[in-house]
């Protein structure tokens, strides 16, 4: 594909911070036994690399960041961002 000739091609690490080292995997027993007897009103979307995957009572990272999703995700943005 041909970029507009206004538009310079770079990688994204030299434009972006990359978060994925403070990633933390849970798995779905360990996210099953801390979300049980929680309500809804106290989880927060768990997501994996194609998307929301379950829920979680926690969060890494406070703050609006750009999720990018990996092993072929598909490219369906997420309800909450405005296009």
Same mark, same amino acid.
């Given at each position: ?41 106290? &989880?927060?979307?768990? +997501?994996?690399?194609? *998307? #929301?995957? $379950?829920?979680? @009572?926690?969060?890494? &990272?406070?703050?609006? +960041?750009?999720?990018? *999703? #990996?092993? $072929?995700?598909? @490219? ?8």
């Amino acid at each position: 594909m041909e970029l507009p000739n206004s538009w310079i091609e770079v990688k994204l690490g030299d434009i972006a911070e990359i978060l994925d080292s403070k990633r933390i995997p849970v798995n779905s027993t360990e996210r099953n036994s801390r979300i049980s007897g929680k309500k809804i009103t106290e &989880l927060f979307p768990y +997501y994996g690399a194609t *998307g #929301e995957v $379950g829920k979680i @009572d926690n969060f890494i &990272l406070d703050g609006q +960041y750009l999720l990018i *999703g #990996e092993d $072929g995700a598909p @490219d369906i943005p997420h309800p909450a961002f405005k296009i």
